[in-house]
Antibody, heavy 118, light 107 residues
Framework: QVQLHQWGAGLLKPSETLSLSCTVS????????WGWIRQSPGKGLEWIGD???????NYSPSLESRVTLSVDTAKNQFSLKMNSVSAADTAVYYC????????????WGQGTLVTVSS | DIQMTQSPPSLSAYVGDRVTITCQAS??????LNWYQQKPGKAPKLLIY???NLETGVPSRFTGSGSGRNFFLTIISLQSEDIATYYC?????????FGLGTKLEIK
């Protein structure tokens, strides 16, 4: 049973960089795309982007200029960085797993609430 | 971006009722549609993929149908444990997009 466990800072000030990581246990990073999705009361579920074990990435155009995804196959983990955060980035952030390039998220992390406040 | 419109936003029904949630895409997405169930404080859980395929372990009272722009999630006989918010998601085109959800409650 593949499990995703995510962690990272939950309170940021405006203009700081959001940094979250997700460790995969019970399986390897191969043959899957590893995504980030956030959920805020105002905008519902929003796909941020995804990455595979080769480092191929896809980003949401609305966030692409501020987001970087990376993967560390040795540690079996992948990460999200988002710079220049504002209050609008306050949300619960989830990491998730999708088989191949299927677009279906079959496993999710537990979620991390990130609050941006001065 | 492809916009996903769900209706109704909320729904109240009795245990045993047949319940249907609708999702409409702004463009033709063929059958590239998934449904998720989310309970309070938990991550979404995949219920149905490719419009009508039941994810492993999901009860058979959940069914999905539709094509093109119009899609439906039906719970054949509502159970108390089905209380949750349901989301559709398209994967025909990037960025993947979700509906705003339908909150299901028991009468």
């Amino acid at each position: 049973q593949v499990q995703l466990h995510q962690w990272g800072a939950g309170l940021l000030k405006p203009s700081e960089t959001l940094s979250l990581s997700c460790t995969v246990s019970g399986g390897s990073l191969s043959d899957y795309y590893w995504g980030w999705i956030r959920q805020s009361p105002g905008k519902g579920l929003e796909w941020i982007g995804d990455i595979n074990d080769d480092g191929d990435t896809n980003y949401s155009p609305s966030l692409e200029s501020r987001v970087t995804l990376s993967v560390d196959t040795a540690k079996n983990q992948f990460s999200l960085k988002m710079n220049s955060v504002s209050a609008a980035d306050t949300a619960v952030y989830y990491c998730a797993r999708a088989p191949g390039y299927s677009g279906k998220f079959v496993s999710w992390g537990q979620g991390t609430l990130v609050t941006v406040s001065s | 971006d492809i916009q996903m419109t769900q209706s109704p936003p909320s729904l109240s029904a009795y245990v045993g009722d047949r319940v249907t949630i609708t999702c409409q895409a702004s463009h033709d997405i063929s059958n590239a549609l998934n449904w998720y169930q989310q309970k309070p404080g938990k991550a979404p859980k995949l219920l149905i993929y490719d419009t009508s395929n039941l994810e492993t372990g999901v009860p058979s009272r959940f069914t999905g149908s539709g094509s093109g722009r119009n899609f439906f999630l039906t719970i054949i006989s509502l159970q108390s444990e089905d209380i949750a918010t349901y989301y559709c998601q398209q994967y025909e085109d990037l960025p993947y997009t979700f509906g705003l959800g339908t909150k299901l409650e028991i009468k």
